[in-house]
């Protein structure tokens, strides 16, 4: 456990110490900036609530956490400072939940720092708080998930490139399988009840319901279970 | 691979097994993914298991997303439902696909499909079985979401009511269908008021005379129209049945155009007045915080309906032709409406101190105002008008109390003038009998409907009979009666579904922009009231003006007229241009607050984010260097 609390505290203030960290902070946030006031026109209409934030927040997602995932592992790889790390006296799996929480941590932070879109939408009328709240509990447990399938990308390549290229691609493809036009396009040649399971399986459907102020039990245990499952993947993967 | 393969199957398992146990945390301010008290107290009661059948065509391929949607949202209703009820009340979930048992059972159980538009039907219905009774809502429409758990809840208290609920009548308003005066043999008397058929669906109407000295046993709801002699002995039963926590209906009116008639036909024919044009409920208004004047009329401008009288189109101020806005959208007697006429309607206020939930159903605009009823009979309406000083505050029309009401009797039951031994009062089946005290303050939540016009019940203000094929066609002029039946049905339902309110229908909007708004319309309507007076001087100098002429018999425009028309035109473009200013300093004030924010937030955190970044990486390299240089 200790071990644990050490290499969390190297990994997170190891962030801070490479200029790296400060361009996603700010590139994310200018993402986020643009999305909400000048794609979706948040204060323009004229309702009280980040709805029109958080409808992107998977899209965010699938660039921000590969770019922050992406090196957890390859990197290590490619320096060749695993060896160093295994030869330190921490297990596998420790190291996993340190590197995961660290970078966890990290991305909570940049949700986090879009909390004056709250307060602005506050400042002009009344939103309702609860699901401003139940929206960024939502996001930072569907981060988790999101990093869990990164860190095991980077797991699996030693290229960093790649990394972000696997991540992206199968967080968009479990992004993907919620949008209607998914699901349409699967029932022409599915069957319902298979499209319905598969459509569980999107962050979408489940984010969604969060936004909407609602935290359900299964949304929690689908972010939840999916990070602690790709992470034991992640320890099989590295310890092979 | 094998070791993936397995978490891989945990996984779904996991999942599979948290999809079984539907629990959730409602986040939102109003709970609207949560079934009120209300509902959990009528499940409560339930006696008899009631099973719910739940049709919904969810393997449709062409099915919206909408529907979808709204569907998961009602069955995670039902389940709630469910699990609320302890076991008594059971969900099957039905997906009725085309040409089997299930459509079959659909269609007969009265859930009736919409046509998509591809040509499929889909079916999205519930039906609510009881031993033998059943009830149905024949397609959940998403319109109606806000009253979800309203629909379902009465839908499953429905099949448990075995009786029709009672619904007491006392009425100084001939709603029955009377006599003719002199009717010859053979002669159809004339036809109950429409209202009362909407009524006897749902309800079984008693009917009270207004010399009555009691209510019947076991009315539901109670429904006062009109009210002009009634007697002590009726007034307090009348207050203990609110008092009670039973629902009352009261309908009074400053000026009824239906006794003005009556008045004008006696007058000519007897040349004697009669009463009735008011009524009030005066004792028991003031003990239970109702202010209401029955001399006083209110008149709108903005409502004025325009009425077809021998001189060609007239606008009466006093007839208030309602519209969407005016009609209160939460709350369900009239969400659903979107026109109303009430003629010559007074005003209703309650006491702020009583703590009452107060919901008003349908108010006039701010631009309202009184007028003394008795100035109507010999007032044209265009001086109707000009007396109308609005207020600036929206009037009640109607309203909704609910509280704790305190008796206008705190002494007790009025000693009876009749003798006991009468009859009457000896078969009525007595509410407060002797042995009942009589109460003091209310010992249940009551709930209060005033309604401050009466006219609006009559079919010569709601409906228009058409002669279609030698059948007689009734076609509803607005949405009078479907107000009336509303109110009654609300009412006279489970006293437990009253306290059920509309949901997630109220819109968050911006404030701070709309107070913007509102000054800047207050600012010109000054300005475009200014205009409008110029106006009317300068029109009536040119009135004037011409008169002169017309003395002199001069036709054409005479300098002093051309002058002063011209003196109107500059001043009338530069108030326009002023208007138009205020409207332009308006947008352009919201537009840069809005850009402003947007900037702000643009910017700020990526300051900061920046800024102590450099603080981090600077102190970080001179560390360095310094132990790299010791």
Known sequence: MSSVCTLFKREFFGYFRSPVAYVVLVGFHGLATLLAFFVSRLLKGNEASLAAFFQWMPWLFVVLVPAAGMRLWAEERRAGTIELLFTLPVTTTSAVIAKFLAAWAFISIAVLLTLPFAFTVAYLGDPDWGIIWSSYVGSILMAASYLGICSLASALTRNQVVAFIIGLAVCLMLTFLGLNVVSDLMNTFLPYWVVDAVSNFSFYTHFESMTRGLIDLRAVVFFLSLAVITLLANVIVLEH | ?630
């Open chain 2, 1 to 630: 691979m094998a070791a993936l393969a397995l978490l891989v199957l945990i996984l779904v398992l996991v999942n599979y097994l948290a999809s079984q146990f539907p629990a959730r945390l409602d986040l939102t301010k109003e709970n609207i993914y949560t079934l009120s008290d209300g509902t959990r107290s009528m499940l409560g009661k339930i006696e008899e298991p009631v099973v719910l059948q739940f049709y919904f065509s969810r393997s449709l391929e062409s099915l919206p997303i909408r529907f979808k949607n709204y569907a998961t949202r009602v069955e995670e209703m039902l389940r709630q439902y469910v699990s609320a009820s302890g076991g008594r009340v059971t969900l099957r979930v039905i997906d009725p696909q085309p040409d089997t048992d299930e459509e079959t059972a659909a269609r007969r159980a009265g859930v009736t499909p919409q046509t998509l538009p591809t040509g499929e039907p889909i079916y999205f219905g519930l039906v609510a079985i009881q031993a033998d009774q059943e009830a149905n809502i024949a397609f959940f429409s998403p319109n109606r979401e806000p009253f979800l758990e309203y629909d379902v809840s009465q839908l499953i208290h429905s099949v448990q009511q075995f009786d029709k609920p009672r619904l007491g009548l006392v009425s100084g308003l001939p709603l029955r269908g009377q006599m003719p005066m002199g009717m010859m043999p053979g002669q159809q008397p004339q036809p109950d008021q429409l209202v009362l058929s909407q009524w006897s669906s749902a309800f079984e109407i008693v009917d009270v005379d207004e010399s009555a000295e009691e209510l019947p046993a076991n009315l539901d709801v109670l429904a006062v129209i009109h009210p002009q002699n009634i007697g002590e002995s009726l007034l307090f039963a009348i207050d203990q049945h609110l008092l009670a926590g039973r629902p009352l209906i009261v309908a009074v009116d400053p000026s009824s155009y239906f006794f003005k008639g009556q008045q004008r036909q006696n007058m000519m024919m007897m040349g004697q007045p009669q009463q009735g044009v008011t009524s009030d409920l005066p004792r028991l208004f003031s003990s239970w915080g109702i202010e209401y004047n029955a001399s006083e009329v209110v008149g709108d401008l903005d409502l004025a309906t325009s009425v077809q009288t021998g001189g060609g189109i007239t606008s009466f101020p006093v007839w208030l032709s309602l519209r969407k806005e005016q009609l209160a959208a939460e709350v369900l007697p009239t969400s659903s409406l979107n026109t109303m006429l009430m003629i010559e309607p007074g005003s209703i206020a309650v006491a702020e101190d009583r703590g009452y939930e107060v919901t008003p159903l349908v108010q006039s605009t701010p631009r309202s105002g009184t007028v003394a009823g008795m100035m109507l009979s010999f007032t044209p309406p265009a001086e109707i008008a000009r007396q109308i000083k609005s207020g600036g505050a929206a009037k009640n029309l109607a309203v909704m109390v609910r509280g704790s009401f305190k008796s206008a009797f705190p002494e007790g039951k009025p000693a009876t003038t009749t003798s006991t031994d009468s009859e009457d009062a000896d078969a009525a089946d007595s509410a407060s009998t002797e042995g009942s005290p009589a109460l003091a303050e209310s010992t249940a939540p009551g709930t209060l409907v005033v309604v401050s016009d009466t006219d609006w019940l009559l079919d010569d203000f709601s409906v228009r009979r058409m002669n279609f094929l030698g059948m007689q066609a009734v076609e509803p002029l607005n949405d009078n009666l479907s107000f009336a039946s509303n109110v009654v049905d609300f009412l006279g339902g489970s006293q437990d579904l009253i306290t059920i309110r509309g949901k997630g229908s109220a819109q968050r909007t911006f404030t701070v922009i709309r107070e913007m708004e509102t000054a800047a319309q207050e600012r010109y309507q000054a300005e475009l009231e200014g205009l409008e007076q110029r106006r009317n001087e300068i029109q009536q100098e040119i009135q004037k003006l011409q008169t002169q002429q017309a003395d002199g018999r001069v036709l054409i425009a005479s300098p002093e007229v051309s002058q002063a028309l011209e003196r109107y035109r500059v001043q009338e473009a530069e108030l326009r241009t002023s208007i138009r200013q205020i409207r332009l300093s308006l947008r352009e004030g919201i537009e840069s607050l809005q850009n402003r924010l947007t900037v702000l937030n643009a910017l700020v955190v990526p300051l900061v984010v920046v800024a102590l970044g450099c603080v981090m990486l600077v102190g970080r390299n001179r560390r360095q260097k310094s132990s790299s240089a010791k």
